[in-house]
Every structure is written in structure tokens, then in C-alpha cells.
């Protein structure tokens, strides 16, 4: 049994909270592709971590109580303000029972750390239009973000930009693309191709079914940026006509130009696409090797070698990482959650450690998954968890409360349509009192600032055998798994590690 386990068990006769009992809940992911009847579970709605080392909470700090279809979260300073925005994009589909709204959404901080977002939208997009991705960025250099939506759909609805302004974004778009032929696009990546100083698009797309089996393929697209103005045709398109879902950008043989990764569906190979000199190659320079049911790309230095790595979602497997090695990838770890099913991945310092972690948001199963980042090393099994009784569509991972900790928002499908876990803050364990006088009410408060006064507090303990304070480590090896972890007793490597701890100061 997972440890810290916190649970509030929901059981209902037919899926989501709020579903007549007789009817069956059907979801459908934002791209189309999976179809689920949404099932009761005795862990929904729980949370549990697996590891101490896991710093964030295991239930929601803020939730949306509105059923919509969430395809995308995404964080950023949309007004101006200095403090970070909640961007909701919805999506439509066929799902039973039906949603009646998709309107993408803005949610504006409020600054208040335990409710940073309210509950209704502060912004309203003026037209119903099927969103699966976005990205945030300033397309036009004026120093607004613009958001860029990853329209698509049955209806083919092309990517948009809604551009930034004093106060927020325009709620009608600026900007619309013009595909040499009409599909459904399905992710975006936002990156700066050829050096110049501004943000290009690549999309990833997809059709429908029909007569033949073309008609479900795309091609992708890279619409470049001149000046500030982004080419509503797209000057660039792969090769290949498929079905993909995500793109991710890494330099990934190190010439300094961003390559471009895609994660693809059935039948289709995830791989690169190399960057030479500015120019993105039309065919892969390296492929997977298998044409399974891959969701999901992320790039990152997961083992701080200086080298960017990559990770796919591979379907039959999991999250795959291969670690680069002056441009040679190399698979070296999977992942090993309880069921295959995610939708997105991400490579980012969850536990702000100054490492990498993994993170799953599974579509089936409605789960999250973090999977920490130990000396280079990812966890196989996550080390922490929620099981959520919607499918899980999008993740992001920012500070939304200003208390220095990530926080992990999670876009779901269902009456609950977004849930924010918040990070909680790292202690800066070489703090240990306010004042050197035993009489101070500060002396052994932590004052939240390191000085000469917490080292000899810390002599103090040590020479008096207070194993609460004075223990801090069973080992005086980085790499041995018990350095930094209590082990009962005090000696010499308990003293040198708070000297470290001393002398790199708080986090």
C-alpha cells in the first residue's frame, strides 16, 4: 500500500459525478482517436505519493466546477500584471451526455495564494471553436503575449491568434492559418527556426476517416515569422502526409539550431526532423523504430550531461527517454504506470530540486503520474498519483501562487474540468534559528534567511546529541541513496552536510 495515502472514495453506478445512473458516460479525446466509457473506480478522486520527496499535494487546491472538454492548460502573464494567468482551451466531440460549451477561456490571477483564480472566467473567446493545443508567446514583437489556438475538429477550424494587448488578449482572433489543405490540426510548438530573433509555428495535423485511407493524413506545417508577422500559408511541409499529435523542439545535435520532434499515431513513425542551418529537412533524420500508438513528446537534460534528451509516449510501452550523447539517442529508461493510456508527457523540475522529473496525464484512466528524478535517474513506478474520475487531456507546471513551489494543473473531461495540485515549498533545512541567544523567542525559529547564527545553533545541537536537529544524514557519499536521509544517529558526515547545506545557502 502507497504511503501518505489520502483518499475521499467515489462511487457511482455510471461514470462522472453528475451522470444520470442509467446513463452511460462515453469520452472522447480531443484528437478523436480514443473512445471510452468513463467507469466508476474505488480510487477515484484519490491521491497518494509514494515518496516524502514528492512536493506536492495529493488533492486539488483549486478546481473548475464547469463540465467542459479540456484540451489544453496553459500559464502565463496575460495581462500584464506581473502575476501568472490561467489559459483553458476547450474542445468539441461527440461524447455522450453532450457538451453544450467549449469556449476557451482565461482565468486572470487574483493574487490571493490560496485562491489565485476565481471561479468563473475572466475571458471569453467570441467563438465556439474546437481547441486541442496552444502556445503562448509574442508572434508581432510588442511586448504582449499573443495566444496561439490549435484549432481543428471535425469542422477543420484552422489554428488562430487571439494577440495580446494592455489588459489581455483580443477575444476574436487576429490572425487565421490558411493549410494548403484543410485538416484537423492537433498541436502547435512555437520556436524560433532560423535564429532571427522571433517566433515561428509548427503544426502537427491529422484528417478524418473516409473513402480512402489519405483522407485521415496530413502533412505538417511550419508557417515562419518575418518580422513580426507570421505567413498565414505555410512556406514549409513534411514529406510525409500522417496522423501526428505533438511536436517538441531539441537542438539535438548540438549545431545550434532547433530540430523538431513529432510524436505520431497508428502506423506512423515518431522521429525527428532535422534543422540544418535555419531549414528544417522534410524527411526524419532518425526515427523510433516502431509505428505504435505514440501520444506525447518532451526534450529535456534529464541526466544533466549537457546534452538535451528525448522522451516519447510510446503506446505499447510508456514514456520511453533516450538519452543523447553528442547526437546519438540512445532508449534507456521506460516508464511503468498501472495502465497505458497517456494523452501528454512533460520533462520538468517538479520537486524544485534542479532536476528533470517526468510527468503522465493518462486519458483512459484519468490518472497523473510523477515520476522523480533521482541523480539522473527517473523512477520507474510514479512516485505520485491522482486518479481522477474524468479522462485527463492536458497538464502544465508553473508557480500559480508565487510561493516559489510548481504547481501541476491537470485539464480534464467532465463536470470537474481542471484541477491545480499546488507544490509545496522546499525548507531550507540549513535555516534554523532566528537569534544565537538561548533566551531570544527566536532562538531555534527558522527566520527564513541563513547566517552565522544558524551554524553555531547547529553546533550547538550537535555537540548536545539532538538527534531531531543534528541528525541529517546516513551517509557522507552524494551517490549513496541515504545521504541526506536521517539515520538515527549523529556523527562527522551529520556535521560536514550541514556545512554544505551552510554554505550553498537556502533553494
Known sequence: MAANTRCAFLIVSAGLTGAAAAEPVIAISKDGRTVVQVLPSETDNCGWTTETGVSLETTAGWTLNLRRQVGVVRVADLNGNGLPDLFVGCYQSSASPPYTDWYDMIFYNTGNPAAPFGAAPSWIASDQIHTGDAQLGDINGDGFLDVVAISGGFSFSPPRIYFGAAGGPSTSPGWLSTPPRAGWATGGLLFDVDNDGDLDLFTTNQGVSGAVPSDAWRAMYLHRNHDGVLETSPSWQSEEVSIQNTAAAIDYDGDGFLDVAVSKWVNFESGIYRNIGGNLETTMVWGVGTTGTDRGVAAGDVDGDGDTDLAFYIGSTGTRLYDNDGGVLTPVYTSNPPFR????????????????????????????????????????APDWTFDAPEVGNAIEIADVNGDGAPDLIVGYSGNISVRIFFGIPRVCRADLTGSSDPNDPAYGVPDGQIDIADFFYYLDQFVAGNLAVADLTGSSDPNDPAYGVPDGQIDIADFFYYLDLFVQGCP
Open 341 to 380: 493510456g497517456a494523452q501528454e508527457i512533460a520533462l520538468v523540475d517538479i520537486d524544485n530540486d534542479g532536476d528533470l522529473d517526468l510527468v503522465e496525464v493518462h486519458f483512459s484512466d484519468g490518472r497523473t503520474h510523477v515520476y522523480l528524478n533521482t541523480s539522473g535517474v527517473l523512477s520507474t
